[in-house]
Nanobody
Framework: QVQLVESGGGLVQAGGSLRLSCAAS????????MGWHRQAPGKQRELVAS???????NYADSVKGRFTISRDNAKNTVYLQMNSLKPKDTAVYYC?????????WGQGIQVTVSS
């Protein structure tokens, strides 16, 4: 019903920046909060950042001050600006979106930070 497609990942050196984008399509009426999670090999998936309909934001302690989440409701797109990247940020990043009681996930996109 709702499809989420991530883009903007890749390989970057420590200290560099990337911007992830997640575009929602399909039945996007009444989309609510959106966010980003990540999962590193052998670890649990964790919340990175989330943003509500009215732009309230929440960040994991590990990314505060470095990452910024934003959304463009006209484009049905959520962004994650990642600055001062560290090797520990290496993970597959997943976009998610809520629609009423439903929860949608993207395919995931790899972010690799080299030292």
């Amino acid at each position: 019903q709702v499809q989420l497609v991530e883009s903007g990942g890749g390989l970057v050196q420590a200290g560099g920046s990337l911007r992830l984008s997640c575009a929602a399509s399909g039945n996007i009426f009444s989309l609510g909060a959106m966010g980003w999670h990540r999962q590193a090999p052998g670890k649990q998936r964790e919340l990175v950042a989330s943003i509500g309909t009215y732009a309230s934001t929440n960040y994991a302690d590990s990314v505060k001050g470095r990452f910024t989440i934003s959304r463009d409701n006209a484009k049905n797109t959520v962004y994650l600006q990642m600055n001062s990247l560290k090797p520990k940020d290496t993970a597959v990043y997943y976009c998610n979106a809520e629609k009423l009681i439903e929860d949608y996930w993207g395919q995931g996109i790899q972010v690799t930070v080299s030292s």
